[in-house]
C-alpha cells in the first residue's frame, strides 16, 4: 500500500521439495512462525524484495510529510497547528525506523535516499495529489492514515523481525494520526454551510486515490503469491480495499457526507459493500510520474537534500575534529 | 550528493526509574552528542523513556545464528537449575 507495486525478482513460488535444502530450511521457519533476522541466511530474492518493499515505504513516509506540512503555517488553531506539527514530525520518525530496518539488509540510507531522489524507487500514489484546503487534513488523517493502518496492522506480524519490530511502534502512533483526521471532519461537517462543502469535497477528492493506495488487484500475481508464501504480505489488496471500504463507509455516514461512489451498495450475502473500482488509468499514469504534483515533490525533496548538503558534511567534519583533539589529549 | 554517511548507532532507552535499558532500534548521528539528542526525538516522541545510551553499532559484538546450538544446547538436560525440579511436599508450605 505504501508499497504498492513491489515485483518479486522470482518467477513463481516453489514447493518445498523443488528447494535447496537451505532455502527449504528457509521456508519451513517461516511457515512455522520464526521471525527471519538480519544475520540468518536467505534468499536474495526475499533480500531484495523486502528492500524494495521497505524503502518504498520509507519514502512515503518522507514524501508524506509535504501535503501535510503545506498546511502547517496556516492552521486554523494553536491547537491544530501544534497536533499537525506533532503528526508530521511523526511521519518523519517513521521513515527513520524503516530507512533502520532497510539497512539491516546491507542496503545504506544514503543509497535509498540517492534512489528516491533520481527516480529509481517510487512512493505511494497518494501524496502526488495537492492539499488544497484545510479540510483536505481531515480527509488524509482519516482516509490516508486510515488505508494506511488497513495495511500496517497484519504487517507487524510480517517475517523479517527488524520490519515487523518497525510496524509494531508506526502501528502504536498511527492510530493518533487517524483520530485527528476525523476530528478535523466531524468539526467541519458540524459547521457551516461552506464548511460542510469544504469537508465533502475533500471527501470527492481523495476517495478514490485512497482506494488505489491498495494497489491494483492482485489475485492472480506471481509477485504477490510470493510475498505471501515470504509472509511480507499478508492479505490481498482487494481483500484489504474491501475492509477498508466497509470501515469507512458507515464513519461517512456518521459525519452526514455522501461516498462519491453511485454504485456503492450493502451486499448482504458478502456482508460487505459493493462499490466501484477508482481510475486505474490514473493510477498507473500517476505511478510512471504524471500525478498532478509529482514534479513540486521530487523538487522538494532533492531540494532539501541539497540545501542540507553543507550541514551534514559540517557536522561530519566537526565530529571528526573533536575526535583528534580527543586522540592528541590522550 | 554527499557521500560522507553519518555512522549508525544502536540506541537503549530506559522506560522508567528502576528499569534496565532496553534496545530501541538504531540511527544515524555524527557524533555522541548527537546521537542523544535524535534518539530524543526518534524514540522518546511520547514520554518513552527516562534515560538513554547511544553506542556505535560497530563497536557492538553479537554471538552469530549458527552459534545458537553449542551456546545453549547445554542448558537443555540440566533442568534442576529451575526450581519447578524439585516437589516439596503442600506441609511444608511456603518455599
Known sequence: ?330 | MSTNDWPLWEIFIRGAHGLSHRHVGSLHAPDAEMAIKNARDVYTRRKEGVSIWAIESSAIAASSPEDKGSLYDPADDKVYRHPTFFDIPDEVGAM
Open chain 1, 1 to 330: 500500500m505504501y508499497a504498492q507495486m513491489v515485483k518479486s525478482t522470482g518467477t513463481g513460488v516453489k514447493s518445498l521439495d523443488e528447494m535447496e535444502p537451505q532455502e527449504r530450511a528457509f521456508q519451513e521457519r517461516i511457515n512455522a512462525g520464526d521471525k527471519i533476522e538480519p544475520k540468518d541466511w536467505m534468499p536474495e530474492g526475499y533480500r531484495k524484495n523486502l528492500i524494495r518493499q521497505i524503502g518504498q515505504h520509507a519514502h512515503s513516509e518522507i514524501v508524506g510529510q509535504l501535503p501535510e506540512g503545506n498546511w502547517i503555517t496556516r492552521a486554523p488553531t494553536l491547537e491544530r497547528k501544534a497536533i499537525l506539527l506533532a503528526k508530521v514530525q511523526d511521519e518523519a520518525g517513521h521513515g527513520l525506523y524503516l530507512y533502520c530496518a532497510a539497512e539491516t539488509l546491507g542496503v545504506s540510507r544514503d543509497e535509498l535516499t540517492e534512489m528516491l531522489l533520481d527516480g529509481r524507487m517510487k512512493y505511494s500514489s497518494i501524496f502526488n495529489y495537492p492539499t488544497l484546503t484545510w479540510a483536505d487534513m481531515g480527509a488524509v488523517g482519516w482516509l490516508v492514515d486510515g488505508a494506511a493502518i488497513m495495511n500496517q496492522v497484519p504487517l507487524q506480524r510480517t517475517s523479517y523481525g527488524p520490519y515487523a519490530r518497525a510496524m509494531v511502534r508506526i502501528c502504536k502512533e498511527e492510530s493518533f494520526h487517524q483520530r485527528q483526521g476525523f476530528d478535523i471532519m466531524m468539526t467541519m461537517a458540524k459547521g457551516t454551510d461552506a464548511q460542510k462543502h469544504m469537508a465533502q469535497d475533500a471527501f470527492n477528492r481523495f476517495w478514490g486515490p485512497s482506494l488505489m493506495m491498495f494497489g491494483p488487484s492482485d489475485e492472480n500475481s506471481v509477485h504477490s503469491a510470493q510475498s505471501m508464501a515470504w509472509k511480507i504480505k499478508m492479505n490481498s489488496n482487494d481483500e484489504l480495499r474491501q475492509k477498508f471500504v466497509d470501515q469507512t463507509v458507515p464513519q461517512a455516514e456518521y459525519l452526514g457526507l455522501t461516498v462519491p461512489d453511485e454504485n456503492l451498495k450493502w451486499n448482504e450475502e458478502k456482508g460487505g459493500y459493493d462499490f466501484s473500482q477508482p481510475d486505474w488509468d490514473e493510477f498507473f499514469d500517476v505511478l510512471r510520474g504524471n500525478g498532478p504534483e509529482t514534479t513540486e515533490r521530487m523538487e522538494a525533496r532533492n531540494k532539501a537534500w541539497d540545501d542540507g548538503a553543507w550541514v551534514r558534511d559540517g557536522m561530519m567534519a566537526h565530529a571528526a575534529k573533536k575526535k583528534a583533539m580527543k586522540v592528541a589529549a590522550e
